[in-house]
């Protein structure tokens, strides 16, 4: 199988995966004055303006709230896998996340219950991949 393209993240998005690949667990961008998650990362809260914040460990389990069916890939990997649904899961904690899934595009449905798994990829970066909840 053809392995996978890796971006090279930066900025508040490499802080983020590195965080989740040192707890080995999804971890969020958590304001540290008012509490209020920041995904995707930033710099500033959009609730009380602070510039304040850590990266949190969350359960990892949500809600699909949203996909999509890709049915072609520009990365060699991916179309060997096509067609396949990305997924948007709202955590249980409340941000959105986007991750694949080895589930069939007919397995998924807007509403079904996903447990999130780290796929390190690196010390940088980590693929979310969500699986049917246990
Ligand atoms: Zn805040």
């Not at 540290?32 to 914040?53: N, Q």
């Not at 996903?114 to 246990?134: E, G, M, N, Q, Y």
Request: one cysteine or more; aromatic letters at 10%; a negative charge.
């Amino acid at each position: 199988m053809t392995s996978m393209f890796t971006p090279d993240t930066e900025w508040l998005t490499l802080e983020w995966h590195q965080a989740t690949v040192a707890a080995g667990r999804l971890c969020m961008q958590r304001c540290s004055d008012c509490g209020r998650w920041r995904h995707p990362p930033r710099r500033y809260c959009a609730e009380c303006f602070s510039s304040e914040s850590s990266f949190v460990a969350v359960a990892g389990s949500g809600t699909v709230e949203s996909y999509a069916v890709s049915y072609r890939s520009l990365d060699p990997a991916w179309q060997e896998r096509a067609p396949y649904a990305t997924l948007v899961v709202e955590l249980d904690e409340g941000p959105r996340v986007l991750a694949v899934t080895e589930l069939q595009p007919s397995e998924v449905a807007i509403g079904r219950r996903v447990d999130l798994r780290i796929d390190a990829r690196s010390d940088d970066f980590a693929v979310l991949w969500a699986d049917p909840a246990t």
